[in-house]
């Protein structure tokens, strides 16, 4: 079963500065896809920025980017210029190119400082 | 544009009795996903369909739960003789899969939080 690790469960960040989030994933596949989703809080969980695994490139999403690092099956993702309304639980989650099911991580809470 | 819909929002309930959760998938997509996500934890897969067929359960998904899809439109997830460790937040989930394409993203709902006493 592929498991999905996030540590660090919560970051605090000033407003406009950067914050980095880490996910790391167990898999003996070569072909998945990776995704980080948003959640704030009581409101309902968004897609940020999405990877797959055969593209070497790095995905970018406006103020969103993250570092695929396919050897070490490490994920991170980089938020700039922060805003308040990043404030929210972010998830990483697998998916093996052959199902269907996310497999998620336990979260890490952003706090913006205003 | 409207996105994936659930209903109710928060059901509070006594244990033994029978709860049903339904959600209304973005209109085109024709698979739909049922996630369970508990306090502090990632939500957790445990079933899908594509149109009316149930394709796969999680072993999570004791003979407690059924979910349904009739006509491949909304979906039904009941739970019978509730059990207060099925308090949780019950996470649906949507996407359209075309024909050769893989990975298509997964739309959530905003969830219905139950509430086992």
């Known amino acids: 079963a592929q498991t999905v690790t996030q540590s660090q469960p919560e970051m605090s960040v000033q407003e406009a500065e950067t914050v980095t989030l880490s996910c790391t994933y167990d898999t003996s596949e070569s072909d998945y896809y990776l995704f980080w989703y948003k959640q704030p809080p009581s409101r309902q969980m968004i897609l940020v920025i999405r990877q797959e695994a055969y593209k070497q490139q790095n995905a970018t999403e406006n103020r969103f980017s993250v570092n695929f690092q396919k050897a070490a099956k490490s994920f991170s993702l980089k938020i700039s210029d922060s805003q308040l309304g990043d404030a929210a639980m972010y998830f990483c989650a697998y998916r093996y190119y052959g199902n269907n099911r996310l497999a998620f991580g336990k979260g890490n809470q952003v706090v913006v400082i205003p | 544009d409207t996105g994936v819909s659930q209903d109710p929002r928060h059901k509070i309930t006594k244990r033994g009795q029978n709860v049903t959760f339904r959600c209304d998938p973005i209109s085109e997509h024709n698979r739909l996903y049922w996630y369970r996500q508990t306090l502090g934890q990632g939500p957790e897969f445990l079933t899908y369909?594509?149109?009316?067929?149930?394709?796969?359960k999680s072993r999570l998904l004791s003979d407690r739960f059924s979910a349904e899809r009739p006509k491949g439109s909304f979906s039904t997830l009941e739970i019978q003789r509730t059990e207060q460790g099925d308090s949780a937040m019950y996470l649906c989930?949507?996407?359209?899969?075309?024909?050769?394409?893989?990975?298509?993203?997964?739309?959530f709902g905003p969830g219905t939080r139950l509430l086992v006493l």
């Open positions: 369909f594509q149109n009316e067929a149930q394709l796969e």
């Open positions: 989930a949507s996407s359209l899969k075309a024909s050769g394409s893989f990975g298509e993203t997964q739309y």
